[in-house]
């Protein structure tokens, strides 16, 4: 059944590690929770990545607090986190809530308690590399913010905060997203990544989607939620991401200020995606192999 299953994961360098390691879980367990997990645990723990997991970019404080969360479009379910310090896989976490209790969502220390008590050890994430941005940022928080947001040399690609999937298996469809959040934020600041129908949504009668930039934004429209009701009216999945961006411009027009991107699938395994404030890159993984797709910004066609 390998051709009705599919791997999506956002961006270009995360987005590659975490579908490539998503994909071969489902070929070995069948099970879509298992790959998107598994595929987010990977990107987490790879310090490379700026946006997501160990090594990235921390709070005013210095501290990183992570943020995930995991939905299954069969049942509903759902479980989160937000405001986690210390603790990897943060989407491990997420998914204990959902599983191991009667909530959604657990927060900052009582969450970190809560992961504790199922056996994960605390760590220290943040690494040298970390340490010598934030230092370059504390000096000049306007003019050293280019710098210590970028990955490379010049012209310094952006990291991408969050890394969001989403997996598709014979009509049945899971969302899934984790992230350190906005660099340099407010200690305590929660975006779109760790709520149900702003950051992620599933409904196996319809379909899913996930979001991924400005997390105040996409929070406040919405976005992921708006996107599968368009599905549900009848649009496709691209159309309905586009739908939501165009919603989201007409109402807050500020909101190109930063990136903001919604991806969605529906219970077809149809998937499309649609990026206002910057070009777009989405890894695909599924029988025919790992691509990448590009999707241009929407304001060039405005």
């Not at 310090?85 to 809560?114: K, N, Y």
């Not at 050293?144 to 991408?160: K, L």
């Not at 206002?276 to 989405?282: K, Y």
């Amino acid at each position: 059944m390998n051709d009705q299953a599919r791997v999506l994961a956002t961006w270009q360098r995360p987005g590659e590690v975490a579908a490539q390691v998503g994909w071969q879980t489902f070929l070995d367990r069948g099970n879509l929770l298992d790959a998107l997990e598994a595929g987010l645990a990977a990107a987490e723990d790879n310090p490379d990545f700026l946006g997501i997991g160990r090594g990235s970019l921390p709070n005013t404080d210095g501290e990183l607090e992570l943020d995930a969360s995991i939905m299954d479009g069969r049942t509903l379910d759902l479980g989160s986190v937000c405001a986690l310090r210390g603790i990897l896989p943060c989407i491990s976490v997420a998914r204990m809530v959902m599983e191991r209790t009667p909530h959604v969502m657990l927060a900052a220390d009582q969450a970190r308690r809560f992961a504790m008590e199922q056996g994960l050890v605390p760590q220290n994430l943040v690494t040298e590399e970390v340490v010598r941005r934030y230092d370059i940022w504390r000096q000049d928080p306007v003019n050293g913010a280019r710098y210590v947001h970028s990955t490379d040399d010049p012209p310094y690609e952006p990291p991408h905060d969050t890394v969001s999937m989403m997996g598709w298996h014979a009509g049945h469809l899971v969302a899934a997203s984790s992230t350190s959040g906005m660099p340099f934020k407010q200690p305590g600041r929660v975006g779109d990544s760790p709520i149900a129908g702003a950051g992620i949504y599933a409904d196996d009668e319809v379909g899913a989607a996930v979001a991924t930039g400005w997390g105040e934004e996409l929070w406040r429209a919405g976005a992921s939620l708006r996107t599968v009701e368009f599905m549900r009216a009848g649009l496709s999945p691209g159309d309905a991401c586009e739908a939501t961006l165009r919603w989201l411009l007409r109402r807050r027009p500020g909101c190109t200020e930063k990136p903001n991107v919604v991806v969605a699938m529906n219970n077809r395994g149809e998937f499309g995606a649609c990026s206002l404030g910057g070009e777009f890159q989405l890894w695909v993984a599924d029988a025919s192999g790992q691509h990448v797709h590009n999707y241009p910004d929407l304001l060039e066609s405005l």
